[in-house]
């Protein structure tokens, strides 16, 4: 059995138990079982949260905390000095860091990590496209590009028709959303 684990790693209000949920929606859609669930420790903004996604082929039986991840998603990158995001993170899998910084200066907070590393510029990218700081969307597409855990021309669709029924009465949000989406697949690089 085929089976991808994500660990997210953001803080309460930034969007990352979101952006699990609409990962898990968006690769049910795509005819995946999924599970995304969020942890919380006390809940207020700007505490670190973890959120976490299974999506498989075949039914999961498994239902506890994912603690050796093959992906893992840094929505904000401060989490690398307070939490050890790479903890139980597998070699051959892959960290996403919400960055601007170069590979060397991340790496320094990556416990020895060796395993690949990508970063993608959410600040840039969802100002850009949202005029606000939204970082869950671009992160999102960035974990679809590097996890390939869906078909990256079904996932914008799909999201495009999950923003449309969501944002019904707000077509600039879904444009923005959908920009962002777009321009993340595209700007995800490994440093």
């Given at each position: 059995?085929?089976?991808?684990?994500?660990?997210?790693?953001?803080?309460?209000?930034?969007?990352?138990?979101?952006?699990?949920?609409?990962?898990?929606?968006?690769?049910?859609?795509?005819?995946?079982?999924?599970?995304?669930?969020?942890?919380?420790?006390?809940?207020?903004?700007?505490?670190?949260?973890?959120?976490?996604?299974r999506?498989?082929?075949?039914?999961?039986?498994?239902?506890?905390?994912?603690?050796?991840?093959?992906?893992v998603?840094?929505?904000d990158?401060?989490?690398?000095?307070?939490?050890?995001?790479?903890?139980?993170?597998?070699?051959?899998?892959?960290i996403?860091?919400?960055?601007?910084?170069?590979g060397?200066?991340?790496?320094k907070?990556?416990?020895?990590?060796?395993?690949?590393?990508?970063t993608?510029?959410?600040?840039?990218?969802?100002?850009k496209?949202?005029?606000?700081?939204?970082p869950?969307?671009?992160?999102?597409?960035?974990?679809?590009?590097?996890?390939?855990?869906?078909?990256?021309e079904?996932?914008?669709?799909d999201?495009?028709?999950?923003?449309?029924?969501?944002?019904?009465?707000?077509?600039?949000?879904i444009?923005?959303?959908?920009?962002?989406?777009?321009?993340?697949?595209?700007?995800?690089?490994e440093?």
């Amino acid at each position: 059995m085929k089976m991808t684990e994500i660990r997210w790693h953001g803080r309460g209000g930034q969007g990352a138990k979101t952006a699990c949920l609409l990962l898990a929606d968006v690769a049910f859609t795509a005819g995946k079982y999924v599970q995304g669930f969020p942890e919380y420790g006390p809940e207020r903004m700007g505490a670190p949260i973890t959120a976490y996604n299974r999506i498989s082929d075949e039914r999961c039986t498994i239902h506890s905390n994912i603690y050796t991840p093959e992906f893992v998603v840094v929505v904000d990158e401060t989490l690398l000095e307070a939490v050890d995001v790479t903890k139980g993170l597998k070699e051959d899998g892959a960290i996403v860091i919400n960055s601007s910084k170069s590979g060397d200066e991340l790496r320094k907070h990556l416990n020895g990590y060796k395993g690949k590393v990508f970063t993608i510029d959410a600040r840039t990218v969802s100002e850009k496209h949202l005029g606000k700081y939204f970082p869950n969307t671009p992160m999102l597409a960035a974990i679809v590009k590097v996890s390939g855990v869906l078909d990256e021309e079904q996932f914008v669709s799909d999201m495009e028709a999950s923003f449309k029924h969501k944002f019904a009465s707000k077509p600039q949000v879904i444009e923005g959303n959908m920009g962002c989406l777009k321009e993340a697949l595209k700007e995800v690089k490994e440093v």
